[in-house]
């Protein structure tokens, strides 16, 4: 069989792999690719997935990293069956359709800016709610532990991997030339002991892995220290009567925030008179799933439901739902908790709360998630003094809060304990979902202390698998990095300068307003610069 990495190859996002076989084409996974520009432009060729040569998709999780694409290959011809447990049909469905929202949302914006410029606009999105709602139907759901056989000579199985609601380790057995070969996907593992979700399920026989590495680096603080220091952050903006504002992913995350709050306000370390607003629709209809799915989540949470308990509500907790509401929140005075989607602040309404925000010096932005590269969030964790925010920039003079203990994901040592239940030293561990750094790492660890084989593959790398033998690569990965010409960039601009420079005087003669809307544009300009040396 052949398998060919489309995503999460030295990245963390736009999970997908195609597996061929002697008797089928399918795809694990099929993820959106998020970060920077150049990163995101993967999105728009789906060619290179094939998707009418696809025969069905078999889904991990929810999160868009995973499934974020399921629209646009639909729309370019994929008709098969999507698979995938019973609350994630339920979590893809609500989540396609609001990115699609955000899709539409921000195509017209820059069509209605192309048109002020005199520009002809003919944008489309890179997929519309037709398109979201057109995979529906093709999702056919599962339960844990239940082996299907979505193709000929393929058996698979959903496991549960304790990352978020419905996520699973995949494990597929797949018979070709009379050759029987087990593979694994772990998709996202969950970190143990974490609120509302169970500890993954362990496995020990495989033959060929591929494992997710996106903490490969690093471990997690713990869960009381990690609850400490949201009781700190909640204290230090309380008292300067400023925000706490939580950039939060609308599932799993959004939810363990809800119960870490319920559990400092039953410890007292809650202001009863702080407000707490869930700002995201798509977060509103996720809690509601997974009251719907209570036999999911964990023991400790099923036991307070049962006793008429609800760790996803508080006293002071206020839904908005409409814009109107959202907008409310940064109109109103004084301190509160605001939980807004997306989780790495690229998207959705937590941009207008940053723009609120974050040149506050008494507030608190307080990162609970992973931040990939090229976002807004990661930028702002990595230490940048400004960013930019609907074509404004905003000084960063919040504190900034780094809370790793909340991950969904599992740490460095977690990672490795997973591993190192399965039995066959021969077994090849392919590692995904992971940023170079983080991936180097962990291949090192688990060459020294396991002392398993291990490949990091590329994007678009083709291999080839036989199960008893060492894998064969069949298309290396062709990736051109783009090429930047910072001469020609700076000679280009030390000409315009010069040119502008020339015009000063006739910049002088003009009507007051023209003078001002060009004294704008290179403030602008001259700010963007700033910008560059400031964040180096």
């Known amino acids: 069989m052949k398998i060919k990495f489309l995503g999460a190859a030295r990245a963390v996002t736009g999970s997908c792999f195609i597996i061929e076989t002697d008797k089928a084409r399918f795809a694990v996974d099929c993820g959106m690719h998020q970060g920077s520009d150049e990163i995101e432009k993967r999105n728009w060729d789906v060619d290179i997935y094939e998707p009418e040569r696809i025969d069905f998709i078999l889904i991990t999780h929810a999160h868009i990293d995973h499934s974020g694409l399921l629209p646009r290959i639909v729309k370019h011809g994929f008709r098969g069956p999507v698979y995938a447990t019973e609350p994630t049909g339920d979590l893809i469905k609500i989540l396609l359709l609001d990115s699609a929202h955000i899709q539409e ?31 529906g139907p093709l999702i056919k759901t599962k339960t844990y532990n239940e082996i299907f056989s979505p193709g000929n000579g393929i058996k698979a199985n959903f496991q549960d991997a304790g990352h978020i609601l419905g996520a699973a380790i995949l494990e597929l057995f797949i018979e070709e030339n009379g050759t029987s070969t087990k593979l694994v996907f772990s998709g ?17 026989a495989a033959d060929f892995i591929f494992m997710e590495s996106t903490y490969g680096d690093r471990n ?37 925030m809800l119960y870490s709050l319920y559990l400092l306000s039953r410890d007292g370390r809650l202001p009863k008179d702080m407000p707490v607003f869930l700002d995201s629709p798509l977060a509103i209809k996720a809690t509601e799933i997974f009251r719907r799915y209570r036999s999911y989540l964990d023991g400790e949470t099923q036991s307070l439901l049962k006793n008429g308990e609800d760790p996803l509500d508080l006293p002071q907790l206020q839904f908005s739902s409409t814009t109107e509401q959202s907008m409310q929140i940064n109109d109103m005075k004084g301190s509160a908790i605001v939980i807004s989607a997306s ?162 005087k006739k910049f002088k003669s003009l009507p007051l307003s023209k003078q001002m809307e060009i004294r704008d544009v290179l403030q602008e300009a001259d700010n963007s610069i700033d910008e560059i040396k400031t964040n180096l």
């Open 105 to 135: 949302v921000e195509t017209n914006w820059k069509m209605r800016k192309m048109q002020r410029w005199g520009k002809p606009a003919s944008i489309e999105p890179l997929y519309s709610t037709k398109d979201a709602e057109a995979v």
């Open 188 to 204: 996202d593992i969950g970190r143990r002991h974490q609120l509302l979700m169970k500890d993954p399920v362990t496995l020990s």
């Open 220 to 256: 997690h603080k713990g869960e009381a220290d990690s609850l400490n220091e949201m009781a700190e952050a909640i204290k230090y903006s309380y008292s300067r009567g400023e925000k706490v504002v939580i950039p939060a992913f609308a599932v799993e995350r959004t939810q363990e």
């Open 343 to 504: 989780g790495m602040a690229n998207a959705g309404r937590i941009k207008h709360h940053l723009r609120h925000n974050l040149w506050r010096p008494g507030a608190s932005i307080v990162f609970v998630g992973f931040q990939a590269q090229g976002t807004p969030g990661r930028n702002i964790v990595d230490g940048a003094k400004k960013i930019r925010v609907f074509n404004e920039d905003i000084a960063i003079k919040a504190k900034v809060w780094t809370i790793s203990g909340f991950s969904a994901h599992a740490g460095q040592d977690q990672l490795l304990d997973w591993l190192g239940h399965f039995q066959n030293k021969k077994m090849e561990v392919f590692l995904v979902h992971g940023e170079v750094s983080a991936q180097d790492q962990l291949a090192s660890l688990i060459r020294q202390k396991l002392g398993f084989d291990v490949t990091i593959p590329e994007y678009l790398e083709e291999i080839r698998l036989k199960a008893g033998a060492q894998f064969e690569e069949v298309k290396p990965a062709k990736v051109e990095e783009p090429k930047i010409d910072f001469d020609l960039l700076l000679g280009d601009l030390a000409s315009n300068i010069s040119h502008i420079q020339n015009l000063k």
